[in-house]
């Protein structure tokens, strides 16, 4: 098989999805990676994969469709063996397509760290640091999310890559504003948190407005 017969195949599966005839394109998608699986080379299905992940994720051929579980199955299975041998840029797919399932095993920081680490990476990457300062912040004032260790050994992993790669200009402004905040919180956390936190970061020119966080009592 080569990969405009694969290609072909998935064309037919995401057809019939796109007409509602989801029971019959799931059952033809589950044959033919049956097939795929069983009477495909491993040479021949790296190579379908590899164009298909950078077709998919990094040239977005097939933009609004959507990667069904048994292509996901295919793909972790082809990112599991190339992220061993330290693969790129397929440790960077293996993040994009299954995100924290992978970055258990920190794949975003090795392939950061790879000499082959390209722009997309460094953007993911900063953008990890970026997402985890969102996340600690989101109860504020209430409580912070991470200790201040977490928050300035993230701010230091932020710098480092700062120092080391380029990063577009909003990246660094979002981290500039979330150094602000964090800083009015823990000083203010050590004030006894007495007083008004909003009006403390208007004063510092922060503008912020509390994260809508829902509860549920089990």
């Avoid at 033809?28 to 049956?34: A, G, H, N, S, V």
């Avoid at 258990?104 to 985890?132: G, M, R, S, W």
Wanted: proline fraction near 3%; charge should be neutral; glycine fraction near 2%.
């Amino acid at each position: 098989m080569d990969y405009k017969q694969f290609i072909t195949e998935i064309q037919k599966y995401w057809n019939l999805y796109s007409k509602g005839l989801k029971k019959q394109a799931n059952y033809f998608l589950f044959e033919f990676t049956k097939y795929f699986k069983s009477y495909v080379t491993k040479s021949e299905a790296d190579n379908i994969l590899f164009q298909f992940c950078k077709e998919y994720i990094d040239e977005v051929k097939f933009p609004d469709t959507n990667l069904p579980f048994q292509i996901r199955e295919l793909l972790n299975d082809y990112f599991f063996q190339e992220c061993k041998k330290n693969k790129m840029p397929q440790m960077r797919w293996a993040f994009q397509i299954f995100g924290e399932y992978y970055n258990t095993y920190n794949i975003l920081e090795q392939a950061y760290k790879h000499k082959q680490c390209d722009p997309k990476t460094v953007e993911l990457y900063f953008n990890e640091q970026l997402n985890y300062l969102w996340w600690g912040q989101h109860h504020f004032p209430e409580y912070c999310t991470i200790s201040n260790s977490d928050f300035e050994h993230t701010i230091y992993i932020a710098n480092k890559i700062l120092s080391e790669k380029s990063v577009a200009p909003s990246l660094i402004a979002e981290l500039e504003y979330y150094i602000k905040l964090y800083n009015i919180y823990f000083m203010w956390e050590r004030n006894g948190k007495t007083d008004d936190f909003y009006k403390l970061c208007n004063t510092k020119g922060i503008e912020y407005q509390k994260t809508i966080v829902f509860y549920y009592k089990k």
